[in-house]
């Protein structure tokens, strides 16, 4: 490793044995070589430390107790020598060019803060779509947003490494970020000099805590996303966003504590921000009114129907004329005996169709 790295490459790993050698060997085969690679293992349980041992004159290794993914990659931020900072969860794999291209487009363009670029999907050892980012994340369907709607500045970027010319999008997105994810916050790379304006990622979320750190990122620099994939997001059964579409009550409860983060992130860097608020009222409305029925619904699903009730209340009181919550607070006052014949009903319905 160099004594003094431009790239600090940060791994948390939680009882990824089978997978985080691969991790590694992603960062180390990298067309870019100036770098670091910190493993913060989080309070492995399986032979975590066994598998790492093969690596150990390569890596930095940092062990903690499992506190969480936003305390392993804040141990690793806080121990980064590197100009720049990127993460790798540890089930995921770079592409060769990936801080090839980013710290060249960094260089390009010192007003950036943050850049981020597509990504690919795989299940096993093979890739199921190339371009993925549009698939991950739903607002793009949602709101029937392109990369030109939500960057102000489009372009090419030419790198060695790369064929041909890469398009490249540049903008201060924070409003679009405000809406939903637009980015994967695994692929980005940032200076790690920002650390001191933004701190570091909010450790009481148990999850969705990359994205309030993107959030505060956005609000305060301006973002590049490179439309190439140079990441590969693994699908797992073990992974913690969950292959399955089964509905539990534990994946469900953990979807709740997602949202209500990403409701809190627009509370305190929009709702919170007077000035800011003045300007955007209406859709920040909404937004937060879209949340706290999103919540809702998520605990009417598994018959939490007071809890449902008030967040359709507290989403209401933003947005009183939205008929989807109008709706759903409604039928939350129904007698439970005739909310399951409507819902028996509905499935019914569906079903035909």
């Not at 956005?218 to 797992?236: D, E, G, M, S, W």
């Not at 809190?264 to 929009?270: I, P, S």
Request: glycine fraction near 6%; charged fraction near 25%.
């Amino acid at each position: 490793m160099p004594i003094e790295p431009t790239v600090s490459v940060i791994i948390p790993t939680y009882n990824r044995a089978k997978f985080i050698p691969a991790a590694i060997q992603s960062v180390l085969d990298q067309t870019y070589t100036n770098l670091e690679i910190i493993v913060v293992d989080d309070g492995s349980t399986d032979d975590t430390q066994h598998v790492l041992e093969p690596f150990k004159d390569k890596i930095r290794c940092l062990a903690t107790e499992n506190r969480g993914p936003a305390h392993a990659r804040n141990i690793g931020m806080k121990a980064a020598l590197g100009k720049y900072i990127a993460f790798l969860d540890s089930d995921d794999l770079y592409l060769p060019g990936k801080l090839e291209i980013q710290v060249a487009f960094m260089k390009a363009h010192p007003e950036v803060g943050i850049i981020a670029t597509e990504m690919s999907s795989m299940v096993g050892n093979t890739i199921t779509e190339d371009y993925h980012l549009r698939s991950y994340h739903c607002i793009y369907a949602r709101k029937g947003l392109s990369y030109e709607d939500i960057y102000a500045v489009c372009g090419q970027f030419h790198c060695k490494t790369f064929a041909t010319p890469v398009p490249y999008y540049i903008g201060n997105i924070f409003s679009y970020v405000l809406q939903g994810p637009v980015l994967v916050s695994t692929t980005v790379l940032f200076p790690r000099e920002i650390l001191q304006r933004v701190g570091y990622q909010n450790e009481a979320y148990p999850n969705a805590q990359e994205y309030e750190f993107i959030v505060r990122i956005c609000k305060h620099y301006q973002t590049a996303f490179l439309n190439i994939p140079t990441y590969v997001y693994r699908y797992h059964v073990n992974q913690i966003s969950m292959v399955s579409n089964s509905r539990t009550r534990e994946k469900i409860l953990t979807e709740i504590r997602g949202e209500k983060v990403f409701l809190q992130a627009v509370l305190d860097w929009g709702y919170d921000d007077k000035k800011y608020y003045e300007e955007n009222k209406g859709w920040l409305n909404h937004r937060i009114a879209e949340l706290y029925n999103c919540i809702g619904e998520k605990w009417m699903e598994i018959g939490e129907t007071g809890k449902a009730r008030e967040n359709f209340r507290k989403g209401h009181g933003f947005d009183p004329s939205w008929p989807q919550n109008i709706q759903n607070l409604r039928f939350s006052y129904l007698p439970s005996l005739i909310r399951r014949v409507i819902r028996r009903a509905s499935k019914l319905v569906k079903t035909k169709k």
